[in-house]
């Protein structure tokens, strides 16, 4: 017997027909003699329906709507997929965030969450139930609805297996694991057995929405191993685990790509200190990651800043940046027509030349760079957004990829 923690994904509950799929695989592991936690998303395509119609009422929705309303997709699907489970005489019960315990800051549409109440949880379990937990919501201490970011799901299913100590954890999505790139950008693209943290982190971070990057984060630092398959087979999926070794042999483990990022520039501030710190002193308040920063300056004492936001945080990103341009003088611009292209791997720590065989190979494809960001494991280039499956292929073949 042991104890499971599983996340079905939107396409894997996307109608009827999928939730009685789904419900139809617990029961075979449930019947096994398993423990069973069950996390899943709305249905493929809800949550973009809401924001949809959110935005069409009101250009910079309040967040605290917001969440009231995109929580509403998970709630949907926790009730029908106990049904389903009814249905096939399985005993089940569904919980929202709130009632499976989940406790988050008040940070509403990207909350993190602080604590969770597994007790409940345990003496369902040890009842011989199965639980169905809307996966992407939590409840602040005054008793406000919260959402935990897009594909938060994961996140809801990374830290349950984390507080029921569960043995194992598994992201069931439509691919069957996690791949060298987007198979549906990169028709190459291979699966990877396994992957360490890092390098899942730094792909998540860098548009791969295979897994919730920070998801990735929490599964780092609590060591929580998961397994990330398809729902629609049985094929072995991905490890992703703790960075061991060998894994340093290879260079370039995967490539990312971000079309939902957009440029921001900054131009005639005052070259002066203070000037910087306010302008991303004002981004960090309204919480808007940044990314990707440059600074030119110019000769007649002014600077040009520019960086990277995701592109559905641009309005208020713009918004902020123009209150503290009011006082320190300068102007503000956007451009969405951009992507971010990254490699990613672990063997960069010890290797050289990366850098230069990605440039090469993006020159060879006429792809212009407009910036350029480095870490110790990744390289990551903005450049036109029209280029960006073409980059993904070329560096994908650059770095032997499609022949692994
Ligand atoms: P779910 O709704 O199950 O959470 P997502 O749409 O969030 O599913 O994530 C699965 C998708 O991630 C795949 O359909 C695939 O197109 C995309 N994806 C992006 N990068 C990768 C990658 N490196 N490996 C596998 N899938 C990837
Ligand atoms: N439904 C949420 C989203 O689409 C959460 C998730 O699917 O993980 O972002
Ligand atoms: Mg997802």
Redesign the pocket.
Known sequence: MARIVQKY??TSVGDVDRIKNVAARIKAIRDQGNELVVVV??RAGV?NELIARAKALCAIPSEREMDQLLSI??QETIALTAMALHGIGVDAVSYTGAQAGISTDKVYTKAKIKTINAKPLINDLKAGRVIIVA??QGIDDEGQTTTLG?????LTAIALAAAIKADKCEIYTDVDGVYTADPRVVKYARKLSEISYDEMLELASLGSKVM?SRSVEFAAKYNVVFEVRSSFNNNPGTIVKQEVAYMEKVLVRGVAVDKDQAKVVVSNIPDKPGSAAKVFKALANAHINVDMIVQNVGRAGVATLTFTVPLSEKEKAVKAIEIVLQEVGGEVSLDENIAKISVVGVGMKTHSGVAATLFEALAGANINLELISTSEIKISVVIAKEKAEVAARVAHAAFGLDKL
Request: glycine fraction near 40%; charged fraction near 20%.
């Open positions: 994904g939107g998303s709305a949550t997709g998970e996966g992407f897009r594909g938060g799901s994961d919730q």
